[in-house]
């Protein structure tokens, strides 16, 4: 009993964080369900995180993409895709599998992350290395160290040509041969500039590509950019939302728990093959 005290004082310390009447004004709403790419109901899900507040906020992005998944990668379904910027700042676990499986649903799974380093912290060595290598397509700017090393030796080696010269007293000579090198060596991707990437695509059986790396630099139209952006509209205001609409929810879902909780301790003393649950001071 003492150590199952303990580990339930260590995990109130964990979930008083969550318990704050805005998070529970988000969470218990129902105004529209996860499965995004419903034939008959197709949606854009938007949610962002709070650099403030990455550790409570987390758990909780963490669950609501942790149900998206189950819905989203099913048979039958509109082709979709799960866009997560700066990865590792949630944690999904199994995203190896839903990266295998996801595919033949017709989904698509883009993960952001600023170094794999940042990766391997998080999410452990193991589990890394898995989501890095089971990817089929690789786009990456500027990167050093480990990251940069890992992302040459798999852009692989081509044959380059090489000249050499030698110069003596009487003669100079010219020598040319061939020599297996990396085709973008780590060096090259430490020394990116701001706009450059490189990367490796994958191909199916209809339609092949015989250049599967890159190394390219984005071209902006910064003028067009910028009328674009003159043109965006604010987003309408669905509801207006005061604290004393948000306090009364939180105490409202406070006393349906309460009520729930005393309603299942009567449940277990009327039934005396239960009655043995209820532990009383």
Do not use: W
């Amino acid at each position: 009993m003492e150590q199952l005290e303990g580990q339930i004082a260590s995990t109130k310390i964990a979930m008083a964080r969550l318990s704050s009447p805005q998070l529970y004004y988000v969470v218990s709403g129902n105004d529209f369900t996860l499965d995004i790419n419903n034939p008959a109901e197709p949606k854009i899900v938007c949610m962002g995180n709070n650099p403030q507040k990455i550790q409570i906020y987390g758990a909780v992005l963490s669950l609501y993409v942790s149900c998206l998944v189950k819905l989203v990668n099913q048979k039958g379904k509109l082709k979709s895709s799960l866009i997560f910027d700066e990865f590792p700042t949630i944690y999904l676990n199994n995203m190896d599998s839903l990266i295998a499986t996801a595919r033949s649903n017709k989904v698509a799974t883009c993960l952001g992350i600023q170094d794999f380093s940042q990766l391997r912290k998080d999410y452990g060595r193991e589990q890394a290395d898995v989501i890095m290598n089971i990817n089929g397509n690789i786009v990456s700017g500027q990167v050093t160290g480990d990251t940069a090393k890992q992302l040459s030796e798999r852009f692989g080696k081509i044959m380059q040509d090489r000249e050499s010269i030698s110069i003596n007293s009487g003669d100079t000579s010219i020598s040319l041969y061939k020599q297996l090198e990396s085709a973008v060596p780590p060096s090259k991707i430490s020394s990116l500039s701001s706009g450059e990437f490189v990367g490796m695509v994958a191909d199916d059986p209809n339609c092949k590509i015989d250049l599967k790396t890159f190394h390219y630099e984005i071209v902006n139209d910064y003028q067009g950019l910028k009328k674009e952006e003159e043109n965006y509209t604010d987003i309408a205001v669905i509801r207006k939302i005061d604290n004393t609409i948000v306090q009364r929810n939180y105490l409202q879902i406070k006393q349906d728990i309460q009520e729930i909780m005393q309603s299942e301790i009567e449940r277990l003393l009327n039934d005396p093959s239960l009655a043995y649950l209820i532990l009383k001071k």
